[in-house]
């Protein structure tokens, strides 16, 4: 090197070096120029992707081009950003999209009003984790209990496993888990340092309640003010208790409070407080003060008594107020609400009807509710108009006049209209009426505290601002009246935004995607049932409920919950439409960012079944963009890709030889393949039952202790749990990390349980006895020193398995050797191996194929080579084989009773002894093992190793434990006998 | 003696030489004559196969469209009674056929004329001197010779060979490599067939002397499987190259040397690439890389390689034997020599035609090829096959060079040349050709696999009569992007058929969007057929009718049930009175 060049980016001046690329210069320099067919540690461009165009300028002229195989020159210009640039790798998108199907969200997601992440927590209850699912549940809305009482659940609407048999039941799955929850001890978030700001919250409904949970999240203080005796709003005084019940939304609400919230209630906006003084006490306010008047239509007769609306007549009945109610009641409308007032009569003994001028199937009351009503006897009259309320002053209700309906042409909704039928009327005897067609904010108090108006519900601009910068709104005063749902999922929304702006942030913040329209990119084409032929029935488990005539005497709760077996299994029938890509899919990701649009080009695509034949890597070739980064990323270790393209035009697919399935594929680089792929053709997925998808966080860095490599491995996790082990760039390792450390390795197995008893145990085994220690090669040099010690007390001798060699050569060494000679069975220890060589060759080494051939080279020989070369690199089979070499000894003494076999990796344990083993994983000796001591996992325990190539290398615990470490563990039972 | 040559190469066999060929033994045989019977390759009239030259001391006489019952009598009237065979004549001695006159071979010389299989007879006619002759020259020499004969390849885009040649003898490298590219794909191009098949000796020799120039001590000739007589003619001229000390070790006692393989392709268009075709050599899946580097600086398993077309090679001997300035003095300034097309279409003659460089198209068109078939006009000729482009009847005065090609939105290519009459739907011709490139796309770069499939969606919804002026823009916009942005030569130049079209044809595109209409009644859902009253009620449409939607007595009028017709037009081809009508 040594000769530097200057090349110049969107104006700023970068020196480099020759033989670079122009992309790579702006990968070094943080420069964006997207790009899905690039691999960092492979030099050769591929140049299939087309998407990191720029406009580069030599002295030969200016041309738009690919940045990735256009080597720098001194003196060139490159220009990332014109609209040419921009154009072209929008398109270049746009074509990938158009070729591109699957489903970046679950449609249950894309349903749901609060983009509630139903898959994710599915999975988490079906892995039997009702509290991660909850916690996930969370993100979205604090009111975990009430949506999985009282959803409308829109969700269920999205769910294609109706098209198997029915749909799951993801409402009351979200109540068994938030329930569940709640009554283990609920998960609670971490609230940020205090950021000194106040914000005061009017309205303790749905809207207020989410409102104040995000905003105190963030760090703020917060103050609620509500009219009402408690909070809740609607969902307290609009909800039966049969429906949602006050003392698990109680506990909800207390459980919000205690994140520390204030509030204060019976106090009303306009009456005992007004905007301004909200305003001047504090940094901004938040309006959520709901939607608390009844419509009343204009029908004569409107104004008798025994005329009620259904949201009035719902809020008395909840403050137990007297309320004067007839015989005969008819409800008019057949909304929720309408729903909950006819079955509130029904409890009350009333003889009651629902009139309403559409049909059944017309209704917007869930369907759910509609069934449960008629099963308490909630009479029902559908195409009947109530036209006049007949009766007098004195005597109040007698009948209601009603038109008969006819459906005609669709109206603005798409549903046909009701039309009367001329000349056909009817009557229905009535007492009372209550009109529960609908209900509306209090427009006259939020305009005397001077708030705009729009649409006859509080105005708002889209970041939820109103017309006072400081002022915020959401839920039903925002958008009329709506669901608990709309409401939370707004007021989120909302209280970031909010936060922005007293983080001073608010011009820039852009509401997310996934709330404007959910989660940007679908793809999957019309889903039908044949897409589903293959799937088994599995009815949805029935939720259990009280019966209709026990249930009408009383408003407790009807639904009684699910088991933990029945909220498993149901939650297990879930199809997983959702992409396991979607926390790192690259190609979503310049979607958003590029503004491409999914469907700009429209054309065939090529169908193809989905391999979830592995147990780790799921295959998608629907979702595969050709960049061919797998089958480099594998030629590159394997010198032969895992996967080949085949076919051509818009059919060329990548698979394995034969279209194989992955289970069936010779190969310990599939989890590369899912590495490399920056979509979701390959995907990783992790071993619970239900993959989630569930987005992790990085753990930590460790090493790989699968073999004497040591490759650097890091650890991701979900809610602590290391869940997924990833490869590290690094420049001796590259990107590489072989099965054997992703799937295998470095995932802790089952553990035995830690007993203070198996002390005890051990010591009456040990105590006297002669014992040898068998040790397992993956064993850090902290452990094997303490082990010594044991070995010592028990005056047995120390066996590690093998007469092991020591290498003397290290990495850089035979990257840089000229020859290199590979023993059989080397790859077989870790195919990584086989990317070194393959590196040293392409330095100009050469392979030969005989120890004989090798004159100045490096051998990589197995652990019981025949043949021990000068030069030579040691393919150990455990992690530190090389610091158990001088202490070891190959053999057990015939003499010794007792075995101490200690490390999970142990082979050859005799039969004919007393076995005491210790272990971080159960396996086939603690089967029969006299007793099984617990240790910590590579993933909990610090310490060190020697690898293959003589270096120490240290271990980093990734993961917190409570258990002891191993050396105290070694501590404990030499203090038995 | 008298000799006699049949026209054997692929053309002529797939037409019949081969019956013609063994019915000529028999009768030659039965009448007892004694003439040397030579197969030869091709002659380059396709209009005329299967074509047989007698050759006797008056001169050469060329009979055309022999079939198998013809021999006798040609046997018996020309060679034993003496009078040449007149039905069947096309050319004779004092009355050379126009077709040739308008020529000038400089690549064909041979073929036609010498048993491809011989190489004597190729060295008869001073084959393997201009080898001897360079052996005997300084290398550099040579490049210099080549670069001053203004040679450009011939496989399409037009380098400048010499040029080429410096690169590689500059660039280090362990090892020098060349290649010969005879993956000849476009559809309707048949000249490098026709070359190896004709005289495979002329492209040997061309090669070892690149290779001597360039330092190259290995080669492949990569040339498709498709091609058999082609591949086993190559493989008789190498051997007996090697026979006699053209190839191999220490050649002609010169201390070079150099030996040749042929590496048979699978048929992949793409292939044709360069850089593909490299990694098809090297076992890889037939996909283009990014250039640079360029395959002199680091070409076949990463060392310097001289890759040239077949075209190209076989002109080095000439230029050798004849010298630079010979060669320049053919051809323009810019390009020296001549260009051999595969003239192909609605032309009434059509066939391999090897014309100077500059020739005009309405030379080679209404001159060489007699102008169009029938009493049809002229509409446009496509050039370079499916990644060159159409030009219409203005351009018939454009003179054949790269440049002016490349001006007109079409390209000079590899020699494909297919003329289009006005019975030819521009937009289906657009939709043929981008079809069978979509198809072809490695799948590698995003504009060509997605881009060229969504393109070719377009046109098929266009010739449905669907699509808005707007999906037209759309379309413009997407081909100008595919062209710039591909990878390789195969996507940047898929879109030329449909951007020349519509640079020249758009009113038809317009016809078929706005008006719904296909103006040359091609595109099969714009159009239906109508019988007219001229019909005799013979019934032979309804026979032949696949669908069934004709009917009627027999001697009356017959109708067609539009709802049951697929406006395939059998009626239409089928009818003997032309009573139907297609609108």
Redesign the interface.
């Known amino acids: 090197m040594g000769e530097k060049i200057t090349i110049t980016i969107d104006g700023e001046e970068y020196e480099t070096e020759p033989g670079k690329y122009v992309l790579d210069v702006c990968k070094e320099n943080d420069i964006f120029v997207p790009n899905l067919c690039e691999i960092d540690y492979i030099d ?8 990191c ?1 720029a406009e580069i300028e030599t002295e030969r002229g200016k041309e ?3 940045s ?2 256009t ?1 720098v020159q001194d003196g060139m210009k490159v220009t990332t950003d014109t609209e040419e640039v921009e ?2 790798r929008k ?2 998108l746009e ?2 999209l ?2 591109h199907t699957g489903d970046c969200v679950a449609p249950c997601s894309l349903k749901c009003p609060a983009s509630m992440d139903c898959q994710g927590y599915l999975a988490h209850i079906a892995n039997g984790r009702p509290s991660e699912a909850t916690k996930l549940v969370k993100e979205s809305s604090p009111l975990a209990i009430s949506l999985g009482r009282a959803c409308f659940a829109p969700c269920e609407d999205g769910c294609r496993r109706e098209l198997v048999e029915e749909v799951i039941s993801i409402r009351q799955l979200k109540m068994y888990a938030a329930e569940k929850d709640m009554e283990e001890g609920p998960w609670t978030p971490e609230i940020s340092e205090s950021t000194g700001k106040e914000v005061a919250v009017v309205g303790g409904g749905p809207a207020g309640l989410t409102a104040a949970y995000y905003l105190r999240l963030e760090g703020h203080d917060v103050k609620i003010f509500d009219m009402m005796p408690e909070l809740g709003g609607m969902m307290r005084y609009g909800i039966p208790n049969y429906r949602l019940p006050n003392e698990l939304l109680d506990k909800e609400i207390e459980w919000i409070l205690d994140l520390g919230i204030e509030v204060e209630t019976e106090v009303e906006m306009g009456e005992d407080f007004a905007l301004e003084e909200l305003r001047d006490d504090y940094d901004a306010v938040f309006v959520g003060t709901g939607a608390w008047e009844s419509w009343i239509i204009p029908i004569d007769g409107k104004e008798l008594p025994g005329v009620m609306g259904g949201i009035d007549f719902l809020v008395d009945d909840r403050l137990g107020k007297d309320i004067e109610l007839g015989e005969k009641v008819v409800v008019v409308g057949c909304g929720n609400t309408a729903m909950d007032v006819a079955r509130t009569a029904v409890r009350k003994d009333k003889d009651v009807t629902v009139a309403y001028r559409r049909t059944e199937q017309q209704a917007p009351a869930n369907e759910e509710e509609i069934e449960e009503a008629k099963e308490e006897g909630v009479n029902f009259e559908f195409l009947l108009s109530p036209k006049e309320i007949l009766g007098s002053e004195g005597d109040g209700i007698d009948k209601v006049k009603c038109s008969r309906m006819e459906l005609g042409e669709p109206d603005e909704s798409g549903r046909p209209k009701p039309v009367e039928v001329p000349g056909e009327s009817s009557e229905i005897e009535a007492d009372s009426v209550i009109l529960a067609i609908g209900q509306q904010p209090d427009l006259e108090v939020l305009e005397e505290q001077g708030l705009e108006q729009e649409d006859r519900t509080l105005g708002s601009n889209d970041k939820f601002q109103t017309n006072y910068e400081d002022v915020f709104t959401a839920g039903d005063a925002s958008m009329g009246a709506s669901s608990i749902v709309e409401s939370t999922g707004q007021a989120r929304e909302a209280a970031y935004a909010l936060d922005a702006y007293l983080k001073g942030e608010l011009e820039d913040y852009d509401i997310p995607d996934d709330f404007e329209m959910p989660y940007g990119y679908v793809h999957q084409a019309k889903v039908t049932e044949d897409d589903f032929a293959d799937y088994t029935d599995k009815p949805r488990r029935e939720m259990p409920t009280r019966s209709p005539e026990e249930r009408i005497e009383d408003f407790e709760p009807i639904e009684l919950g699910f088991s933990d077996e029945d909220a498993e299994a149901d939650a297990e029938r879930c199809l997983e439409c959702g992409c396991l890509d979607r926390y790192d899919c690259l190609l979503r990701e310049y979607a958003e960012k590029l503004g491409a649009e999914q469907d700009e ?4 695509k090529y169908q193809y079944d989905v391999d979830e034949s592995h147990q780790r890597v799921v295959r998608e070739p629907d979702k595969c ?2 960049c ?1 980064s797998c089958v480099r990323a594998t030629e590159e270790v394997h010198g032969e890709g895992t996967v ?2 085949v ?6 697919v990548v698979q394995p030889a034969f279209g194989d399935p992955l289970s069936e594929v010779d190969s310990e680089l599939i989890g590369d393949l899912a590495e490399a792929c920056p979509t979701g053709a390959f995907e990783e997925r992790i071993k619970d039952t239900k993959p989630g998808p569930h987005e992790t966080v990085k753990a930590g860095e460790t090493h790989c202790v699968g073999c004497g490599l040591t490759c650097p491995a890091e650890i991701r996790a979900i809610n602590g749990r290391p869940v997924m082990v990833k490869s590290v760039e690094d420049p001796v390792y590259e990107g590489h990390l072989c099965d054997i450390g992703k799937f295998d390795t470095m995932v802790e197995g089952d553990r035995p349980s830690y007993d203070e008893e198996k002390f005890e145990e051990a010591g009456d085994i040990l105590d006297g006895a002669d014992a040898d220690i068998l040790i397992s090669q993956s064993v850090s040099i902290e452990e094997v020193e303490a082990v010594e010690n044991l070995a010592e007390k028990v005056g047995g001798k120390l066996v590690i398995p093998g007469d092991i060699e020591k290498s003397n050569v290290d990495a850089e060494e035979l990257l840089s050797s000229d020859q290199i000679f590979v023993e059989d069975g080397v790859y077989d220890v870790s195919p990584i191996f086989k990317s070194f060589v393959n590196r040293a060759k392409e330095d100009g080494a050469e392979i030969v194929k005989s120890f004989e051939e090798l004159e100045d080279g490096v051998a990589i020989i197995t652990e019981d080579s025949s043949k021990c070369p000068d030069r030579r690199v040691v393919a150990h089979e455990g992690a530190n084989a090389e610091g158990l070499v001088d202490i070891g000894s190959d053999k057990l003494e015939d003499s010794s009773e007792v075995v101490i076999v200690y490390g999970r990796e142990v082979e050859n344990v005799p039969e004919d002894k007393k076995i005491f083993q210790l272990t971080s994983e159960k396996n086939e000796v603690s089967e029969s093992a006299d007793v099984v001591i617990p240790l910590r996992s590579w993933l909990e325990k610090k310490g060190s190793v020697i690898n293959s190539f003589g270096e120490k290398v240290n271990l980093t615990p990734v993961k917190a434990t409570v258990y002891p470490t191993n050396e105290e563990i070694i501590g404990k039972i030499m203090e038995t006998f | 003696m008298v000799k006699m040559k049949v026209g054997y190469a692929s053309c002529g066999i797939a037409a019949g030489a081969s019956e013609v060929y063994e019915a000529l033994e028999k009768s030659l045989k039965e009448h007892d004559v004694d003439v040397d019977l030579d197969q030869v390759g091709c002659i380059g009239m396709c209009h005329n196969e299967p074509i047989v030259e007698v050759e006797d001391e008056e001169g050469n006489y060329k009979y055309g469209n022999i079939e198998e019952e013809d021999v006798d009598t040609l046997v018996e009237k020309h060679l034993i009674e003496g009078n040449p065979y007149e039905e069947k004549l096309i050319s004779w001695p004092g009355e050379e056929y126009d077709y040739f006159s308008k020529q000038k071979k400089i690549v064909l010389r041979n073929s036609g004329i010498i048993d491809p299989e011989s190489i004597e007879e190729y060295m008869e006619r001073d084959g393997y001197e201009a080898l001897e002759k360079a052996l005997q020259m300084d290398p550099d020499d040579i490049i210099q010779k080549v670069k001053d004969s203004n040679l450009r390849g011939r496989g399409g885009a037009g380098f400048p060979t010499g040029k080429k040649w410096e690169f590689v003898k500059g660039s280090e490298g362990d090892e020098k490599y060349l290649v010969c590219n005879a993956d000849e794909g476009d559809p309707g191009a048949f000249m490098d067939r026709s070359l190896l098949e004709g005289d495979p000796h002329a492209v040997l020799e061309g090669i070892i002397i690149g290779a001597y120039a360039t330092g190259a001590t290995h080669g492949y000739i990569y040339c498709r499987a498709e091609y058999p007589l082609a591949l086993e003619r190559l493989e008789i001229a190498i051997e007996k190259a090697k026979e006699e000390g053209f190839l191999g070790e220490d050649i002609l006692g010169s201390g070079f040397s150099f030996d040749i393989q042929i590496k048979e392709g699978a048929g ?1 268009f ?1 292939c044709g690439e360069e850089t593909a075709l490299m990694n098809s050599i090297e076992g890889e ?1 037939g ?1 283009p ?2 250039r ?1 580097p360029f395959p002199a600086q680091s070409g076949l398993f990463g060392e310097p390689t001289n890759i040239n077309n077949v075209e190209t090679w076989a002109n080095i001997p000439w230029i050798i034997r004849n010298g630079a300035e010979e060669f320049s003095s053919i051809g323009t300034d810019a390009s020296g020599g001549t260009k051999v097309f595969a003239l192909a279409g609605k032309v009434e003659r059509g066939g391999l035609v090897e014309v100077p460089i500059g020739t005009t198209l309405e030379e080679i068109i209404f001159e060489i090829g007699e102008g169009i078939e029938g009493d049809n006009d002229f509409k446009a000729v496509q050039l370079g096959g499916p990644s060159g482009g159409c030009l219409p009847s203005e351009y018939l005065d454009t003179p054949v060079d790269y440049e002016t090609l490349t001006e007109a939105g079409a390209i000079m290519g590899s020699g494909g040349m297919i003329v289009m009459d006005e019975d030819d739907c521009m937009v289906n011709v657009a939709q043929y050709f981008l079809d069978f490139v ?10 060509c ?6 393109l070719l ?1 377009m046109l098929e919804d266009f010739s449905k009569g669907e699509g808005s002026m707007d999906d037209l823009d759309k379309l413009k ?2 081909a100008d ?1 595919i062209k ?4 390789c030569g195969l996507g940047q130049t898929a879109p030329n058929p449909v951007l020349t079209t519509l640079r020249y044809f758009e009113d038809e595109y317009v016809a078929h969007i706005e008006e719904q209409t296909c103006p040359a009644k091609v595109c099969r859902d714009l159009i239906t057929y109508e019988i007219t009253e001229d019909c005799v009620g013979c019934t032979q449409c309804a026979q032949e009718c696949p669908v069934d939607a004709i009917s009627g007595e027999n001697g009356s009028q017959h109708e067609i049930d539009q709802e049951i017709c697929t406006t395939c037009g059998t009626c239409h081809e089928v009818c003997p009175v032309d009573a139907v009508e297609v609108d």
């Open positions: 050769e461009p591929f140049g299939g992707c087309r998407l165009l738009v081009t690919t990735c195989d080597p154009k072209g398109m270049a074509l990938l158009s070729e080009y429209k054309g065939d963009i050709l061919g080949q393209f076919e051509r035009g818009l059919k060329t | 992949a793409v899946r996909m890389d990014p640079p979509q198809e072809e796309s490695c799948g590698k770069c995003t504009f696999r997605v881009g060229t499939k969504r969606e916009e997407m992007k710039k942005y591909s990878l």
